[in-house]
């Protein structure tokens, strides 16, 4: 007996900008990327993803600018790259008012918001989209977004991982210790909506948070969203093996995915989750059409709006290096510092050496992904490979040009790979944990950290035991009596 193939998990990768990863294509007489303003632009987005059963729309974001590109935005804005840009937030509930099961991973810094407050967006947004959310965690690596919340510079790369901890355990606490099931009665005829008895204060006092209170919000369907992580440095991976659920990579290719893929689950392990608990995408972009030839034709008609100094404007903010200043021809190598550390990393991990010049001739369309061009049976056969041989779980699909790269691989990839058994025709009922993890009920295993939290304030104090007698109780109590 066979075993069954994998299925091969889909997300649109996206941002609330003109240029995410092909910076200058938004200049392409196709491309709708400038209409990132426009509400349309998303719920057609969104309805175009369930169309092709996609997993989830993974939208990206960042609260700075790609100063560090001979030391100024100037090429940045030029070329739209990731600025101008949107809060991600506020297009979800649009999009989940016009869909049914696509989920959507909203991206958010544990740096620059405080957790009591991101509690309350992501809940809200569970709530919306009847559990649709995934939140990604990323700690902000741009020292223009620090500077412009008043700090002098970015916190320190594994400064920014012991935050991230101790943010993620008040989070868990306001979502699965705060409110007990049952706390939310609504029960009319006695005119109770809460059991206070069954809210819990989360009195939570660390090196970087105080929250004393309990969580502004009921329990969503999800209770705490779907956990995503974008970070594979050693400290990056050493947090996703405890708190992700999915996590994202950058990958030369297959065999530079393997090596990250086996560390990365031998760490789950090693941290007390099941291996399956963790779902590994990695960044591509697919340019295709009817045909090989087509696809090529395609690329080499993009390529001539891709733009070389917002590819290197971008580069600069992910690695922190002015481009402009070192050799075109001298091999890149990975440095230590506290900007997006994976991404010279997985360049230095391939096995030619890569070049300044070699990232504007490669990564000038994929951005911090490869770019695979082909017919249908071509691109389904590298995804194969990607996943047999890489042991991704699926991929963040970045676009060339948006929305005509996602439409072409709905019409041309989708159909291929559902042929071999690799895509999802229709989507599994429940929550986007269900879906990804195919976990019944929707809440976070019982081996991941959240899940140490949930009943953990029953039977201690609650609401009701900090409510005071008032010296006028009986006077008040005759007045509510007359009332009555």
């Given at each position: 007996?066979?075993?069954?193939?994998?299925?091969?998990?889909?997300?649109?990768?996206?941002?609330?900008?003109?240029?995410?990863?092909?910076?200058?294509?938004?200049?392409?007489?196709?491309?709708?990327?400038?209409?990132?303003?426009?509400?349309?632009?998303?719920?057609?987005?969104?309805?175009?993803?369930?169309?092709?059963?996609?997993?989830?729309?993974?939208?990206?974001?960042?609260?700075?600018?790609?100063?560090?590109?001979?030391?100024?935005?100037?090429?940045?804005?030029?070329?739209?790259?990731?600025?101008?840009?949107?809060?991600?937030?506020?297009?979800?509930?649009?999009?989940?008012?016009?869909?049914?099961?696509?989920?959507?991973?909203?991206?958010?810094?544990?740096?620059?918001?405080h957790p009591y407050l991101l509690a309350r967006r992501l809940s809200t947004l569970?709530?919306?989209?009847?559990?649709?959310?995934?939140?990604?965690?990323?700690?902000?690596?741009?020292?223009?977004?620090?500077?412009?919340?008043?700090?002098?510079?970015?916190?320190?790369?594994?400064?920014?991982?012991?935050?991230?901890?101790?943010?993620?355990?008040?989070?868990?606490?306001?979502?699965?210790?705060?409110?007990?099931?049952?706390?939310?009665?609504?029960?009319?005829?006695?005119?109770?909506?809460?059991?206070?008895?069954?809210?819990?204060?989360?009195?939570?006092?660390?090196?970087?948070f105080k929250v004393p209170g309990f969580h502004l919000c009921e329990p969503s369907?999800?209770?705490?969203?779907?956990?995503?992580?974008?970070?594979?440095?050693?400290?990056?991976?050493?947090?996703?093996?405890?708190?992700?659920?999915?996590?994202?990579?950058?990958?030369?290719?297959?065999?530079?995915?393997?090596?990250?893929?086996?560390?990365?689950?031998?760490?789950?392990?090693?941290?007390?989750?099941?291996?399956?608990?963790?779902?590994?995408?990695?960044?591509?972009?697919?340019?295709?059409?009817?045909?090989?030839?087509?696809?090529?034709?395609?690329?080499?008609?993009?390529?001539?709006?891709?733009?070389?100094?917002?590819?290197?404007?971008?580069?600069?903010?992910?690695?922190?290096?002015?481009?402009?200043?070192?050799?075109?021809?001298?091999?890149?190598?990975?440095?230590?510092?506290?900007?997006?550390?994976?991404?010279?990393?997985?360049?230095?991990?391939?096995?030619?050496?890569?070049?300044?010049?070699?990232?504007?001739?490669?990564?000038?369309?994929?951005?911090?992904?490869?770019?695979?061009?082909?017919?249908?049976?071509?691109?389904?056969?590298?995804?194969?490979?990607?996943?047999?041989?890489?042991?991704?779980?699926?991929?963040?699909?970045?676009?060339?040009?948006?929305?005509?790269?996602?439409?072409?691989?709905?019409?041309?990839?989708?159909?291929?790979?559902?042929?071999?058994?690799?895509?999802?025709?229709?989507?599994?009922?429940?929550?986007?944990?269900?879906?990804?993890?195919?976990?019944?009920?929707?809440?976070?295993?019982?081996?991941?950290?959240?899940?140490?939290?949930?009943?953990?304030?029953?039977?201690?104090?609650?609401?009701?035991?900090?409510?005071?007698?008032?010296?006028?109780?009986?006077?008040?109590?005759?007045?509510?009596?007359?009332?009555?």
């Open positions: 007996m066979s075993t069954p193939k994998k299925r091969i998990i889909l997300n649109a990768f996206d941002m609330t900008c003109v240029g995410h990863q092909a910076a200058g294509t938004w200049r392409h007489p196709s491309s709708q990327a400038s209409r990132y303003n426009d509400l349309d632009y998303w719920t057609n987005l969104a309805i175009e993803l369930e169309r092709g059963a996609f997993d989830t729309l993974f939208i990206a974001d960042v609260v700075g600018v790609y100063d560090v590109y001979r030391g100024s935005a100037e090429a940045a804005l030029r070329d739209g790259a990731q600025v101008p840009v949107n809060d991600p937030f506020a297009a979800i509930s649009a999009m989940a008012a016009v869909t049914r099961n696509v989920g959507f991973g909203i991206t958010a810094a544990v740096t620059f918001e569970d709530h919306l989209t009847k559990g649709r959310v995934a939140w990604n965690v990323v700690s902000s690596y741009l020292d223009s977004a620090a500077r412009n919340i008043g700090m002098d510079r970015q916190i320190g790369h594994d400064a920014r991982y012991d935050l991230a901890e101790e943010y993620m355990q008040v989070t868990y606490k306001l979502w699965e210790g705060s409110w007990e099931d049952g706390a939310v009665l609504r029960d009319r005829e006695k005119g109770i909506f809460t059991d206070a008895r069954k809210v819990h204060p989360i009195r939570h006092e660390g090196e970087y369907p999800q209770r705490t969203p779907v956990i995503f992580q974008a970070g594979a440095s050693s400290r990056g991976r050493q947090f996703a093996a405890r708190h992700a659920e999915a996590m994202f990579v950058l990958a030369t290719g297959p065999e530079t995915a393997r090596k990250l893929t086996d560390a990365i689950r031998a760490e789950v392990v090693a941290a007390g989750r099941e291996p399956d608990s963790l779902k590994i995408f990695a960044l591509l972009t697919v340019i295709t059409g009817p045909s090989d030839a087509a696809a090529q034709r395609k690329y080499e008609e993009y390529l001539d709006y891709a733009s070389p100094e917002g590819a290197l404007a971008l580069y600069g903010g992910w690695t922190g290096l002015d481009f402009s200043s070192l050799d075109p021809d001298a091999p890149l190598t990975a440095v230590e510092n506290d900007s997006l550390r994976t991404t010279l990393e997985s360049l230095a991990a391939d096995s030619e050496a890569w070049t300044v010049r070699d990232v504007i001739r490669k990564r000038s369309i994929g951005g911090l992904g490869p770019v695979l061009v082909g017919g249908p049976q071509t691109i389904a056969d590298a995804l194969e490979e990607w996943v047999d041989e890489g042991g991704v779980d699926g991929f963040n699909l970045a676009y060339a040009i948006t929305p005509a790269s996602t439409t072409d691989f709905i019409d041309f990839v989708v159909p291929e790979l559902r042929r071999r058994g690799r895509a999802q025709a229709d989507y599994a009922p429940g929550t986007l944990r269900e879906k990804l993890l195919g976990d019944p009920g929707g809440r976070a295993r019982d081996s991941h950290p959240a899940a140490e939290w949930r009943d953990h304030y029953k039977g201690r104090e609650s609401v009701a035991d900090s409510s005071r007698p008032s010296a006028f109780e009986g006077a008040n109590a005759r007045l509510i009596e007359a009332a009555e």
